[in-house]
């Protein structure tokens, strides 16, 4: 009976793996790849190992391209030329420089909704969300949620590294994105944000803010479903792998949800605190990037762990200088302010002038620390992404300029709003 069970549930993986079923689901959803559906030996089958299907491990050297560029027209069943979009990728690929293969859209409304699905889980929207949650509405849980953020990325990825599975075969799978391509693939960690954030700003919020249970649930619930869909959408996960990052996030918040109020105490109170922030940040990231070589989720990990950390020490020097901005305990429960045109211009000004100090930061800092690493260790200086996929370079890169952003998010801007008045 339980060999029966184990049997059962393996066959169920292999099957939520196969890259066929993500490539009928974008079917579904109106996106076609320019490559034949059916693939000639030349191009290779989609099987994976023998018995196994779809798991599979990435090989040294293996081609992460879009498939052949054989162009498919009058497929039966789709929409007439003049209905369909030619589309191609945003962004190319960090570390093989490839932009992707052209690919036709068939239903515009889903290739919009899942692009912002997928964005909900990009750096781009970290850098707005966490600053205008923080400056404008409740700095408490945007620096809680911060922590989260970051230990879950850095989990996300460090398993991805362990288990090394590739991304979903292309073809039979659409690469409707392919910056994230060369990384592994297992859990997805766009799953594990997209969980992580909306589920643990329900669970901070709720009951210090007024608002009913169902509409927080469902807002939660949307929205991580949003973001693990568009990953199958996109053909950057099975969807074996979205459900694990979906369950592996819930767990990691059921760990984070008992000592989540202690974390931060700490971090404001204890005079070991910045050490404690430093070394952990620091020296869990070494052991995670000893794992494998050069992909974008090292740099992606770093840069979480590294904000995590500016972020801490933000708060230990908020606490210790008197700067907290948090809410007295008396004002709890709080309730929701209603919108008037003062709110909402000193909402976006604040926002505003908060916003390009932290890009002139960003800027100003990778300006300087790149071309140091560069020169302290010797390495060419005039290709920036190249010299990026150098461990000395990019580690301590990341690290610097993520932890002063952090900080500056944290602790610099708020400071500069009391001097302006815009507090």
Not at 261 to 289: E, N, R
Request: aromatic fraction near 12%.
């Amino acid at each position: 009976m339980v060999m029966d069970a184990i049997k059962t549930f393996v066959e169920t993986c292999h099957y939520l793996q196969d890259p066929r079923l993500v490539a009928k689901f974008q079917h579904l959803c109106g996106v076609r790849g320019t490559f034949p559906e059916k693939p000639s030996d030349e191009q290779g089958s989609y099987a994976s190992e023998p018995g196994c299907p779809g798991l599979r491990q990435r090989t040294p050297g293996e081609d992460v391209s879009n498939g052949a560029a054989v162009h498919v027209n009058g497929v039966k069943g789709d929409p007439k030329p003049d209905e369909t979009t030619r589309a191609k990728p945003l962004r190319r690929n960090s570390l093989t420089g490839d932009v992707g293969q052209e690919f036709l859209i068939h239903n515009k409304l889903l290739f919009y909704l899942f692009t912002f699905g997928t964005e909900l889980g990009n750096e781009m929207f970290f850098i707005i969300f966490f600053p205008f949650l923080f400056w404008n509405i409740d700095a408490l849980v945007s620096r809680r949620l911060i922590v989260v953020w970051a230990w879950n990325l850095f989990v996300g990825q460090s398993t991805k590294d362990m288990v090394r599975w590739s991304r979903p075969a292309s073809p039979p799978v659409v690469k409707v994105e392919v910056f994230y391509n060369s990384e592994y693939s297992m859990p997805s960690t766009h799953a594990m944000t997209g969980t992580a954030i909306p589920f643990c700003l329900f669970m901070l919020t709720y009951g210090r803010w007024q608002y009913p249970f169902l509409f927080g649930l469902c807002v939660a619930l949307c929205w991580s479903i949003l973001v693990c869909v568009s990953r199958v959408y996109m053909g950057m996960h099975s969807v074996l792998e979205v459900i694990t990052g979906f369950l592996y996030s819930l767990l990691i918040l059921a760990f984070f949800h008992q000592v989540l109020d202690k974390i931060d105490t700490f971090y404001m109170t204890d005079p070991y605190a910045p050490l404690v922030i430093l070394v952990s940040h620091v020296s869990l990231g070494l052991v995670a990037f000893s794992l494998d070589s050069w992909s974008t989720s090292r740099g992606d990990t770093a840069q979480a762990l590294g904000t995590g950390a500016g972020a801490a020490l933000a708060t230990h020097a908020n606490y210790q200088l008197g700067l907290l901005a948090d809410h007295p305990l008396s004002s709890l429960p709080l309730a929701l302010p209603s919108l008037g045109v003062g709110l909402v211009v000193s909402s976006l000004l604040r926002f505003a002038i908060g916003v390009a100090v932290i890009l002139v930061t960003r800027m100003v800092m990778k300006a300087v620390t790149i071309p140091f690493l560069c020169r302290l260790f010797r390495l060419p200086a005039e290709d920036v992404r190249q010299a990026r996929q150098h461990m000395e370079v990019e580690l301590p890169y990341r690290y610097i300029v993520y932890s002063v952003v952090g900080f500056t998010c944290v602790c610099v801007v708020p400071l500069l709003f009391r001097v302006a008045n815009l507090a």
